[in-house]
């Protein structure tokens, strides 16, 4: 597994735990439909969230939530569209993302409810 692969999966572990110690319960991990994938999808107070997660280690390249293009938020209301009708929810729905800079001790988490609007 290469390095961006498995800082990629240690940022998805931490974005679950973090949701989940803030009251949300995970529904899917990796939810894909053809070429789309979301990270991770969630409810929370009868809200489907739909969470991208970009995971860095460090600021070098700039902050880790600027690395969703339009292109990754049209693949997410592809893959959003696909869940919710086959899970017939019949809620609201919100696109959030979930920013981390890995440090190993304690990674820095940046939550970004409603990103696209």
């Given amino acids: ?37 979301v990270d991770l999808i969630a409810t929370k107070e009868k809200v489907l969230v739909l969470v991208e997660v970009k995971t860095r280690s460090s600021q070098a390249f700039g902050f880790p939530e600027a690395a969703v293009s339009a292109r990754k938020e049209q693949m997410l209301h592809l893959a959003a569209e696909h869940y919710i009708e086959a899970m017939n929810w019949q809620h609201d729905v919100r696109f959030d993302v979930i920013s981390i800079i890995w440090h190993p001790d304690r990674p820095e988490i940046l939550h970004i409810e409603d990103a696209f609007h």
């Fill in 1 to 37: 597994m290469g390095h961006n692969t498995h800082m990629g999966r240690q940022g998805e572990a931490a974005a679950e735990a973090f949701l989940l110690q803030k009251g949300y319960l995970i529904l899917a991990r990796n939810f894909r439909f053809k070429r789309a994938e």
